[in-house]
């Protein structure tokens, strides 16, 4: 499977979200495209199914139109160690490729979205913090996919019109769950691309399990999922450099997902209003992210004054300590003898020395 759109050569331009859908892109289905009796397919029996009223719109879902065609897709970035390193891969094999972000890194590190935008690549969308969609709300997953396009927006000044849910696979693994995401998303002007060859870097098997995963099986065109992002991306970028090379040295071409299938661009400059509310929406989620570090900071320092001001404390009571048990033991000055006064009333008169310890001196 690899993009979802709306069928019968109908627009996607459906009422838009705010900030979401570039009014400008337009994608008809149309022959170069689309096969005959061709129809929306489901993971089971029970699932979704071609909808029978003529007149509503559906999604449909179709392979690649190009043989030997392969869109290479990241997902899970941008990385600020190993998107970097594919984009120098790429750049060296002369490949463009579609990178699905996730919106926290987006605020996280704009400059790397600016990087892929000015290299030639194209960018969708992968939600802003990477939930399961399926298991969300409406007004969740409207608001996910919002703030991933001002995310974007506010860090590249562009707009796209793809997306990838998070955990999604191929078109037969889709369940009544999934197809809701999907005709959400449609109706806010969004084309979901799924994916025709998984590579499984993300479980981490090792380079050499990985080039087999994404060893192509005839001539067709495929889309092909990897990740830039997510983990420890070291494999992936090892079996880039062994299987891009490989894959042209057997005929294949690399392209975008929009160029892969033939759709209008999807891609396109933001306007004036959505730029200035992605920036406002980077620099206030940045400057949480600082807050956040100074209070943690704070929360240190506090916890190390604590522990400080516990150890003088332990010291300052065992040198007291120390002192009053020695003191105990020694007497300040000779002793002192005193008589006991005689008062009228009293019994015989009697004297009866006393004996007195003194301290400097004095009797006490």
Known sequence: MAVAERARGEPVDGPPAAGLHPPHVRHHVGQRDRHPGQQCRSA???GPRRPRDRGRRHLCVHRPGAARTIALTFDDGPDPVWTPRILDVLRRNHVHATFFVVGTEVVAHPELIRRIVAEGHQIGIHTFTHPDLAHLAPWQRSLELRETQLAVAGAAGVT???LRPPFSSKNDALDDADWSVL???DAAGC???LTTQDAEDWQRPGVDRILANATLHGHGGQIMLMHDGGGDRSQTVAALNTLI???KA???TFATVSDAVGMAAPVQPAGLGAHLQGLALIRVLQAGDWLVLLLGLLMYAAGAISVLRA???LIAARRHRRLRTRHRS?????PVTAPVSERSGCAAPHRSPTTWPTWNGRAR
């Open 44 to 46: 089971h029996p029970g």
């Open 245 to 247: 090379p490989r894959l």
């Open 183 to 185: 005709k959400q998303a």
């Open 160 to 162: 796209t019109a793809l």
């Open 330 to 334: 020694q007497l300040w000055g000779p």
């Open 311 to 313: 150890v003088v404390v």
């Open 250 to 252: 057997q005929g294949f």
């Open 191 to 193: 084309a979901t691309v």
